[in-house]
Nanobody, 125 residues
């Protein structure tokens, strides 16, 4: 059984930064791509970023490119999302999720099989 636990959300002013972390259980963490998604009130859950199983490849949604950075530490079973220059439109619940094994990653929600409970990020204007 895989468990993903996010932390690091909170309230921040526009232009500020937050660092989200996701701690994963299980001994096969390093075999899987990991992704971050977000869901704003009344909207569908959307892709934010993914990182390959090795950490050598990353991909971002256009809306966060240049502002967010995804990274992972396979020795600690953690994946991190550094969010800079935050905007009010970044307000959402952020979820980490486990993606496909041994490939770069995916933007498709249906390719992620385990999800965390989410952490709220609120950016005030």
């Amino acid at each position: 059984q895989v468990q993903l636990v996010e932390s690091g959300g909170g309230l921040v002013q526009a232009g500020g930064s937050l660092r989200l972390s996701c701690a994963a259980s299980g001994r096969t963490f390093s075999s899987y791509a990991m992704g971050w998604f977000r869901q704003a009130p009344g909207k569908e859950r959307e892709f934010v970023a993914y990182i390959s199983w090795s950490g050598g490849s990353t991909y971002y949604a256009d809306s966060v490119k240049g502002r967010f950075t995804i990274s992972r530490d396979n020795a600690k079973n953690t994946v991190t999302l550094q969010m800079n220059s935050l905007k009010p439109e970044d307000t959402a619940v952020y979820y980490c999720a486990r993606g496909p094994a041994w490939v770069g990653g995916s933007q498709r929600r249906d390719e992620y099989d385990y999800w965390g409970q989410g952490t709220q990020v609120t950016v005030s204007s």
